[in-house]
């Protein structure tokens, strides 16, 4: 795991995994921009962040930009989230990187949740 450093003293300094930044926030185009922790912050509080989200029965699956990365440091960060709450799969995660692949990333959690639960009722996906 990487360390962690600021890159000045300054209490606005964005937390830094050596030389990538790890605060991001949402244009209103929907692109990504590297932002300080306070900036981050201040967008955080007062934006709405949910991408998708599905729920069925006891299940729920919810896709957000959270704005932190959350990759190794190796490609694009990773700042929107989909978890999964409740049935089989519960607490299932996985990170995307832009919109357009969390709306995709959603839609497969989506997919395999269901397959998951056809699979718990014993339904062969085949005959779907």
């Known amino acids: 795991m990487s360390s962690s450093s600021k890159e000045d003293n300054s209490a606005t300094a964005t937390r830094t995994r050596g030389t990538r930044k790890m605060h991001y926030i949402l244009t ?5 921009v590297a932002v300080s922790a306070k900036e981050w912050g201040r967008w955080f509080d007062t934006t709405d962040r949910h991408v998708a989200d599905l729920r069925d029965e006891d299940i729920r699956i919810s896709t957000t930009f959270i704005g932190l990365d959350h990759s190794s440091g190796d490609g ?4 929107f989230e989909t978890l999964v709450f409740g049935g089989p ?3 299932e995660e996985e990170h995307c990187s832009t ?4 709306i995709e990333m959603h839609h497969q959690m989506a997919q395999r949740v269901t397959l998951a ?3 718990l009722r014993g339904v062969d996906e085949d005959a779907i």
């Open 28 to 32: 209103n185009d929907r692109e990504v």
């Open 76 to 79: 694009p960060p990773l700042v």
């Open 89 to 91: 799969l519960d607490g």
């Open 99 to 102: 919109w357009q692949q969390a």
């Open 117 to 119: 639960v056809l699979e």
